[in-house]
């Protein structure tokens, strides 16, 4: 992980940065294969026995995909949501499961540990799997006897697998129905209530991929019906962990190459007691799915962290931008609350406060910035958030780059207010044009865009050669090209349908003059 003790010399003492290397980085991982042993055995596996399991994983997946075929063949997609499958179609499913069982048996996971005891359907309607750390927990839910997943609706359409999925009777999550939280929650509660004889429901509470690390927050929905849920924790004890799959690390295909060039692969699952919820926890969908972490937390012997799936967007998005630290945006956001920085200015208010910094280039000083932002220069946190964007230890940074950086990440949705804001801030005495300098500065805080494709676009939108661009110029010039009127487009199409939520801009961190 890279941490800001990285930033700081010897002497440097400050309370927060002693509570720095207790920040988790559940969202990189990395994988060592530098050892001459694990090359070789790459060479050697990947000659002589990866297109042997690569021919078997494809036949147990065609087979599955034949069984599981027949067995929905006739049944609309209303029958597999208003009633379980009986009869015939439970063995075949049984079968189908049995396949997928041996896809990863030819992948090299030839044993799995199974701990504790699986509950029933009635015992517990849900069952909650975590870490979750990669597309193998797959395993786990087939080894669990295939019960219905909570998937995104898309996964529908994936070939091969979407029938898979589609055989566990499963509950989709449409995410461009604003409606399919609430029927998602209905839908779980309709089966745990039901006479018949619904297979239990399988989520990934934490809705996100990590390294194992840690757990961080889990999502509350599949916890606000309200019924026991029984946990159960998954563990990976490769030496070489090439399963591990998170939004920083090696790519899906290079994962899965290395994983089958392993002599073999271990998977233990541990079904823990069914957990049955008080009544304050059945009132408070929340602390329910927060008890219910700890509980898998301990059994694993690893901390849990309050970290989201909007983390894990933000440190993307930091790793886009080339932040010092890929946890930097993480980090940026716990030093925001612990200053008690406000956003609660509209955008004049904004540039009047900062208006100087537009005149100048932006460089600013630490005892710039404490003034700035209305936060004594003592204060060991504002530190630690000006060494963030010190980007190459000059004690100076641009102040401009701070401000588009968090109207980026604070709305993501609203890019062209993001331009339109940066085009503002890097106009150096306010004349309503920038020049091909400014312009690389304000793409590249805002857009992430190179010198080199910021000086050609500065070109094409210049046709008079005046030397310099306005924002209204630059829009005509992106309005033309797909690359970039995608921007405009979106948002012009979020105001036409009313989704857009406010005109007014999200200042960034900082007090007000009123504070």
């Not at 019960?147 to 898979?164: H, I």
């Not at 962990?241 to 073999?264: E, N, R, V, Y």
């Not at 972490?293 to 901390?303: K, N, S, T, W, Y």
């Not at 700035?372 to 958030?385: F, K, N, R």
Request: net charge neutral; with cysteine.
């Amino acid at each position: 992980m890279c941490n800001m003790t990285e930033r700081r010399g010897e002497d440097d003492k400050a309370p927060l940065i002693q509570e720095t290397p207790q920040l988790l980085n559940p969202f990189v991982h990395r994988v060592d294969i530098s050892s001459t042993y694990d090359k070789f055995k790459l060479v050697f596996m990947s000659v002589l026995v990866v297109p042997i399991r690569v021919l078997g994983i494809i036949l147990c997946m065609l087979f599955a995909y034949l069984f599981a075929s027949a067995g929905l063949y006739g049944v609309t997609k209303e029958e597999l949501r208003e009633k379980p499958m009986s009869g015939w179609r439970r063995w075949v499913k049984n079968s189908v499961a049995q396949w997928v069982r041996w896809v990863f048996t030819a992948g090299g996971f030839h044993w799995v540990k199974v701990k504790g005891q699986p509950a029933t359907p009635r015992q517990a309607p849900v069952i909650a799997m975590a870490p979750h750390s990669t597309y193998f927990d797959a395993l786990a839910v087939v080894v669990a006897g295939a019960p219905s997943v909570v998937a995104k609706g898309e996964v529908e359409g994936v070939p091969f697998f979407g029938k898979y999925i589609n055989y566990t009777q499963p509950v989709y999550v449409w995410r461009e129905d604003p409606n399919s939280r609430q029927n998602t929650i209905q839908e779980i509660k309709r089966r745990a209530t039901s006479e018949q004889n619904w297979p239990q429901v399988v989520i990934f509470p934490e809705g996100t991929c990590t390294n194992r690390s840690c757990l961080i927050t889990f999502k509350p929905g599949a916890f606000y019906p309200g019924v026991p849920i029984q946990p159960v924790v998954i563990r990976y004890n490769n030496r070489v962990d090439s399963l591990t799959w998170t939004w920083d690390g090696p790519g899906a295909l290079k994962m899965l190459w290395i994983t089958l060039c392993q002599f073999h692969n271990n998977c233990e699952i541990e079904y823990l007691p069914v957990y049955t919820p008080s009544e304050e926890e059945k009132n408070d969908a929340k602390l329910y799915a927060h008890n219910v972490r700890q509980v898998m937390a301990d059994a694993l012997g690893i901390p849990v962290a309050d970290y989201t799936y909007d983390d894990c967007r933000l440190m993307h998005k930091a790793k886009l931008k080339n932040l010092p630290c890929q946890t930097g945006l993480i980090e940026f956001q716990k030093l925001r609350h612990r200053l008690g920085l406000n956003l609660k200015n509209v955008e004049e208010e904004l540039m009047s406060q900062y208006a100087d910094i537009a005149i100048s280039d932006g460089q600013i000083t630490l005892s710039d910035f404490s003034k700035y932002l209305g936060i004594p220069e003592s204060e060991p946190a504002l530190v630690d958030l000006f060494k963030l964007y010190d980007k190459d230890n000059s004690n100076t940074i641009d102040f401009r780059e701070y401000l588009v950086g968090y109207c980026q990440y604070a709305k993501p949705a609203n890019t062209e207010e993001t331009l339109r804001w940066a085009f503002k801030l890097f106009d150096r005495g306010g004349k309503g044009h920038i020049t091909d300098s400014d312009l690389e500065k304000a793409l590249k805080a805002s857009l992430d865009i190179t010198t080199e494709e910021a000086s050609r676009i500065f070109k094409q939108t210049d046709l008079d050669n005046k030397g310099y661009i306005t924002y209204d110029d630059f829009k005509d010039h992106a309005m033309r090209k797909p690359e970039y009127a995608k921007i405009f487009l979106t948002y012009q199409e979020s105001i036409k349908n009313g989704t857009r939520v406010s005109k007014v801009h999200l200042p960034p961190p900082g007090k007000t003059k009123a504070d």
